[in-house]
């Protein structure tokens, strides 16, 4: 089983600052199987970025994915309030296609 | 636009089986994977299993001698079925949808929460 680590667990920022979010794995992953999701309290998860690095329908190009083999990287340039949420990366490479245990972005 | 909604019990008796059914408006369960995860309360998500819409299946080891998810094309539907539940069953559970040749979870149900609880 791939084990997908995210750091930091919790990350402490403000509106306007760069946010940057790590997923690493246990083993190499296609980039092509590397997914990251939000998810606010009280909703389902919203994908953000498939791909590694592809932004979903509808999502602001304030979000970029990045990374390759074990490490992959979110981004969020610059952070709105509705961006304070927790993220979470997923892999597809073999079953089970399990999910990181998520980054709680916070407002500082 | 594809919308796809959970329904079924939200208590469940330890032992029995919960079974929840998603169904899907807005599009077809044609060529795509329909996925079920789950989320317990405060903790992360867990990705159950998944059934392509020719009927074909793939379960995460550590659920799959207790897990059955199928398919209902005519209803636009698909289900999941866990038998032998304990306490630690209780989750929200989500039905997800996944595109051909894309690997990732594009449209997600609410969620519905179960408890497992005598």
């Known amino acids: 089983e791939i084990v997908l680590t995210q750091s930091p667990g919790t990350l402490s920022l403000s509106p306007g600052e760069r946010a940057t979010l790590s997923c690493r794995a246990s083993?190499?992953?296609?980039?092509?199987?590397l997914a990251w999701y939000q998810q606010k309290p009280g909703q389902a998860p919203r994908l953000l970025i498939y791909?590694?690095?592809s932004r979903a329908t509808g999502i602001p190009d304030r979000f970029s994915g990045s990374g390759s083999g074990t490490d992959f990287t979110l981004t969020i340039s610059r952070l709105e309030p509705e961006d304070f949420a927790v993220y979470y990366c997923?892999?597809?490479?073999?079953?089970?296609?399990?999910f990181g245990q998520g980054t709680k972005l916070e407002i500082k | 636009q594809v919308q796809l909604q959970e329904s079924g019990p939200g208590l469940v008796k330890p032992s029995e089986t919960l079974s929840l059914t998603c169904t899907v408006s807005?599009?077809?369960?044609?060529?795509?994977?329909w996925s079920w995860i789950r989320q317990p309360p405060g903790e992360g998500l867990e990705w159950i299993g998944y059934i392509y819409y020719t009927g074909s299946t793939t379960y995460n080891p550590s659920l799959e001698s207790r897990v059955t998810i199928s398919i209902d094309a005519s209803k636009n539907q698909f289900s999941l079925m866990l038998s032998s539940v304990t306490a630690a069953d209780t989750a929200m559970y989500y039905c997800a949808r996944r595109s051909w040749g894309r690997y990732s979870l594009d449209s997600w149900g609410q969620g519905t929460l179960v408890t497992v609880s005598s």
């Open positions: 807005g599009g077809s369960t044609s060529s795509y994977f």
């Open positions: 083993q190499s992953v296609s980039s092509s199987y």
């Open positions: 791909g590694a690095s």
């Open positions: 997923q892999h597809y490479a073999t079953s089970p296609y399990t």
